[in-house]
């Protein structure tokens, strides 16, 4: 079965939150399986897609990762434009990038579109947490977010589910 790779719908989901808590390693993660413990540091917007299969046929899922230059201001439009869903992401061993998700918030609140669907993530859950899940689960029902999950890009855990599950919930939408 030969499946057209060109007029499969496209989502972009984009990736934010503190320096450090695993953005390019769960899109690395994602997109190959692999983890990396000296990732360099990513310059500019970046994205990689991948196509999946799911209920209704095949997608593709592109992830944007900011790589660090959320303060150009072109880099922010561009980062957000038909986004379909942001993927929020704080360290479940690093109480303050938790604490910093309300900066996170208001970036989205300012730059991002009204329906744009919210994911929490909660990587690095293979490491002792500091973080409990009933705290973000409290943040995330008090912030409108859909979707909830702790992930580790070093195992894998919960890598693919946070992006099918999202993709499911996009394409109930339309
Ligand atoms: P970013 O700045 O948010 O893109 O973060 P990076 O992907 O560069 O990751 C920062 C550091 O955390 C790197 O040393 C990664 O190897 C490490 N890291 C990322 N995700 C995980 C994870 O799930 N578990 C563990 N133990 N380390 C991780």
Not at 144 to 153: G, I, M, P, V, Y
Request: charged share 25%; glycine share 4%.
């Amino acid at each position: 079965l030969e499946l057209s790779k060109e007029k499969v719908p496209l989502f972009k989901f984009i990736l934010i939150g503190d320096q450090s808590v695993g953005k390019s390693s769960i899109v690395k993660r994602y997109k190959n399986e692999e983890f990396n413990y000296n990732i360099k540091a990513t310059i500019g917007v970046e994205f990689i897609k991948k196509f999946v299969q799911v209920d209704k046929g095949l997608i593709e899922i592109q992830l944007w990762d900011t790589a660090g230059q959320e303060q150009f201001r072109s880099v922010i439009r561009s980062f957000y434009r038909g986004a379909a869903a942001v993927f929020i992401v704080y360290s479940v061993n690093l109480k303050e990038s938790f604490d910093q998700l309300s900066i996170w918030l208001n970036e989205i609140e300012y730059h991002a579109h009204s329906e744009i669907i919210k994911v929490l993530v909660g990587n690095k859950c293979d490491l002792q947490r500091e973080v409990q899940k009933e705290e973000a689960e409290s943040l995330m029902n008090n912030n409108n977010f859909s979707l909830f999950f702790e992930t580790s890009a070093k195992t894998g855990e919960n890598i693919d589910e946070a992006f099918i599950q999202t993709a499911k919930l996009v394409l109930l939408k339309y």
